[in-house]
């Protein structure tokens, strides 16, 4: 490894060489940096000096695309040099903000290990290493896939390519590594090595925030060697020149963590034959100054800091049993969302944090009372397959006020303990669902979906199941369930009825009609009451007006002894708490349905509109089509 290069190691490579079709021509393309440098009037001696590594003034991740100078003018092409369009240095954080959450760029990296399981991968190592050099913390993700060779490096630190056209892959865009690289950390390095067509490569490139903005470049410039290890010692790959080559590794050893030829090359020990490892350096702090991840609470654990960690100790113990759930563990424990990251267990492949495996976990396992119900989506031109909802009470339920779905996409996580019910409601509780939604698109960060109809009509079928299930089970926990008739015979007062409740009530909302409000209907069994009493209750938003009073029947009272009275007062006034909090919900619903009834009365009539205007021009054009068959005609 301790080699000497000079020129007459250098061993030049047809580009086109590659019997993957797919990369000819992506080395050809890359100007040289040495010129690209020039160009921008940035001298190579300041930009490739080995030196004590620089770093960033503004460390935080949210600041650090603030004071961004950028050129007013146009740089001119350096003679020889083609002109292309420039991605400014500002581009790659600007581009990584679409990462609110930091945990969401590290499931992106594990996607791309994952996505090699195809390539023969078995494992991928998430863990922090310590930089020699000014002994900060790094993040190294590593896996044994089939790795990348010049042309795929270059594709994957490029933007917006990507190479994965499999229906079963998760990264589809050609953006995961730079969105999530430079969201974790200002600059990352990729050591790589595969083996195509017979010939042994490996790879070094660098995606530098730093660089770029303290050598005030106006285009992403990513340096990169690469070397043929089809022999006994590595031979280093020229396309350009050698002092292209020599340009390179003079960048790459002044602003990465090692400071020798000899320490880039020991990278590749612990790769093998074939693989790659990505090293995020200079990690983002947050706006206390101190490092984003922590790596010190748990030596087995990477985590995000818990601003409610600190009162603890002050919380009551259902609070505290709240957190210790995993959909609360999951937003700070990188290894308990990573657990549930991917649906279905692997079976070949380990995801290892900080040298100790993940255990995969399937909340529907642990599901009491489970259920699967079969759900269609219904598209016009597109026939989907039928998917399986699996759903069931949590085992902790109904101790803990804990409800939702985890939407999977592709067997990746991608929007969990989705509450789709409204906060503040206790229908519900406990009651959790599993699904894997392959017809609705994920956002481009992965952590929600595109708000399509597909998406709207599969929230409403959710808001139903739920309900429903809760409908059917929660008698279970003592709970008593609503009998709401379906025949308006059945909706009036029944006076000298066993102990019922029995309001006035309208037909329930359709999924596809909007309901204006009204009150509720409700014919609630109260097993244990010893009154009987008949009431008719208002909606709260509407017992102000004077027009609808008169629709309902008054309070009757049977006398009762003191004692069961009081027992009959008692729940009678929880059941209306319950149907006043119904009531209210109901009728945000309806405001909801009204504005998406006027959105769509909206899209109707610019559709209608546009028709008008094409059906006219149609006509002018088949009169001018008409007056030029006359003119034919008389010639």
């Known amino acids: 490894m301790a080699k000497n290069y000079t020129v007459a190691d250098v061993v030049n490579i047809d580009s086109d060489s590659d019997s993957d079709d797919d990369n000819g021509g992506v080395i050809g393309m890359v100007?040289?940096?040495?010129?690209?440098?020039?160009?921008?009037?940035?001298?190579?001696?300041?930009?490739?000096?080995?030196?004590?590594?620089?770093?960033?003034?503004?460390?935080?991740?949210?600041?650090?695309?603030?004071?961004?100078?950028i050129p007013s003018s146009v740089t001119l092409t350096a003679p020889g040099m083609v002109e292309h369009a420039r991605v400014h240095p500002k581009f790659l954080h600007s581009n990584a903000t679409s990462h609110k959450w930091a945990f969401g760029a590290i499931a992106e990296l594990l996607d791309n290990a994952v996505d090699e399981i195809q390539n023969g991968a078995t494992v991928v190592k998430i863990d922090k290493i310590n930089i020699v050099k000014d002994n900060t913390p790094a993040l190294v993700f590593q896996d044994n896939g089939g790795g990348m060779d010049p042309n795929g490096i270059r594709k994957c630190m490029s933007l917006g390519y990507s190479s994965k056209k499999s229906n079963t892959t998760i990264g589809q865009y050609g953006n995961g590594f730079k969105t999530s690289t430079m969201r974790l950390g200002a600059d990352a390095m990729v050591f790589s090595r595969s083996t195509r067509g017979g010939k042994s490569t490996q790879s070094i490139g660098l995606l530098s925030y730093t660089f770029l903005r303290k050598t005030g470049q106006d285009d992403v410039i990513v340096p990169m060697i690469d070397f043929d290890i089809s022999s006994d010692s590595p031979q280093p790959?020229?396309?350009?020149?050698?002092?292209?080559?020599?340009?390179?590794?003079?960048?790459?050893?002044?602003?990465?963590?090692?400071?020798?030829?000899?320490?880039?090359?020991?990278?590749?020990?612990?790769?093998?034959?074939?693989?790659?490892?990505?090293?995020?350096?200079?990690?983002?702090?947050?706006?206390?100054?101190?490092?984003?991840?922590?790596?010190?609470?748990?030596?087995?654990?990477?985590?995000?800091?818990?601003?409610?960690?600190?009162?603890?100790?002050?919380?009551?113990?259902?609070?505290?049993?709240?957190?210790?759930?995993?959909?609360?563990?999951?937003?700070?424990?990188?290894?308990?969302?990573?657990?549930?990251?991917?649906?279905?267990?692997?079976k070949n492949?380990?995801?290892?944090?900080?040298?100790?495996?993940?255990?995969?976990?399937?909340?529907?396992?642990?599901?009491?009372?489970?259920?699967?119900?079969?759900?269609?989506?219904?598209?016009?031109?597109?026939?989907?397959?039928?998917?399986?909802?699996?759903?069931?009470?949590?085992?902790?339920?109904?101790?803990?006020?804990?409800?939702?779905?985890?939407?999977?996409?592709?067997?990746?996580?991608?929007?969990?303990?989705?509450?789709?019910?409204?906060?503040?409601?206790?229908?519900?509780?406990?009651?959790?669902?599993?699904?894997?939604?392959?017809?609705?698109?994920?956002?481009?960060?992965?952590?929600?979906?595109?708000?399509?109809?597909?998406?709207?009509?599969?929230?409403?079928?959710?808001?139903?199941?739920?309900?429903?299930?809760?409908?059917?089970?929660?008698?279970?926990?003592?709970?008593?369930?609503?009998?709401?008739?379906?025949?308006?015979?059945?909706?009036?007062?029944?006076?000298?009825?066993?102990?019922?409740?029995?309001?006035y009530n309208p037909s329930p909302l359709p999924s596809d009609r909007i309901s204006h409000g009204g009150p509720i209907i409700r014919e609630i069994n109260l097993s244990n009451a010893t009154s009987s009493r008949t009431a008719a209750v208002a909606a709260p938003h509407l017992r102000n007006y004077t027009g609808l009073r008169n629709?309902?029947?008054?309070?009757?009272?049977?006398?009762?002894?003191?004692?069961?009275?009081?027992?009959?007062?008692?729940l009678v006034g929880k059941l209306a708490a319950e149907i006043r909090e119904e009531n209210l919900q109901l009728f945000m619903r309806?405001?909801?349905?009204?504005?998406?009834?006027?959105e769509v009365e909206q899209t109707v009539k610019s559709l209608e509109k546009e028709l008008e205007e094409i059906q006219s021009k149609c006509a002018q054009l088949a009169l001018l089509v008409d007056a030029k068959k006359k003119e034919m005609q008389q010639v």
């Open 551 to 570: 629709n309902f029947q008054p309070v009757q009272l049977n006398p009762q002894p003191p004692a069961a009275g009081d027992t009959g007062n008692n």
């Open 590 to 598: 309806c405001e909801e349905y009204v504005k998406k009834e006027n």
């Open 237 to 346: 790959i020229i396309y350009g020149s050698p002092g292209d080559w020599s340009t390179n590794l003079n960048i790459l050893l002044k602003w990465s963590p090692f400071s020798t030829m000899v320490e880039l090359l020991q990278q590749f020990e612990d790769i093998g034959t074939h693989g790659t490892k990505v090293i995020i350096y200079n990690l983002w702090l947050n706006d206390e100054g101190i490092y984003e991840l922590s790596f010190d609470d748990d030596d087995v654990d990477i985590r995000l800091r818990d601003e409610n960690a600190q009162d603890g100790k002050r919380l009551h113990a259902k609070t505290l049993e709240v957190r210790s759930h995993i959909s609360y563990r999951y937003r700070h424990s990188l290894r308990a969302y990573i657990s549930m990251l991917y649906l279905k267990k692997f």
């Open 31 to 69: 100007p040289s940096l040495a010129s690209l440098i020039e160009n921008q009037k940035v001298s190579i001696a300041d930009a490739a000096t080995v030196a004590p590594r620089e770093t960033l003034e503004c460390r935080s991740f949210w600041k650090a695309g603030e004071n961004f100078v």
């Open 349 to 503: 492949f380990k995801i290892i944090l900080r040298g100790v495996s993940v255990a995969q976990f399937n909340i529907a396992d642990e599901f009491r009372h489970p259920e699967t119900i079969m759900y269609k989506p219904q598209a016009a031109a597109v026939d989907y397959a039928a998917t399986g909802i699996k759903v069931g009470f949590i085992k902790e339920a109904p101790k803990l006020p804990i409800c939702g779905f985890n939407v999977y996409h592709k067997n990746r996580l991608i929007r969990p303990f989705w509450k789709v019910v409204l906060e503040g409601s206790t229908r519900g509780n406990g009651v959790m669902g599993v699904l894997e939604a392959n017809f609705i698109e994920p956002a481009h960060d992965k952590q929600d979906f595109e708000r399509s109809s597909l998406f709207l009509r599969l929230e409403a079928r959710l808001k139903r199941i739920t309900s429903d299930y809760w409908q059917n089970h929660c008698h279970i926990f003592g709970y008593q369930t609503a009998q709401i008739p379906a025949d308006k015979s059945k909706r009036t007062v029944i006076p000298d009825q066993p102990p019922t409740v029995n309001t």
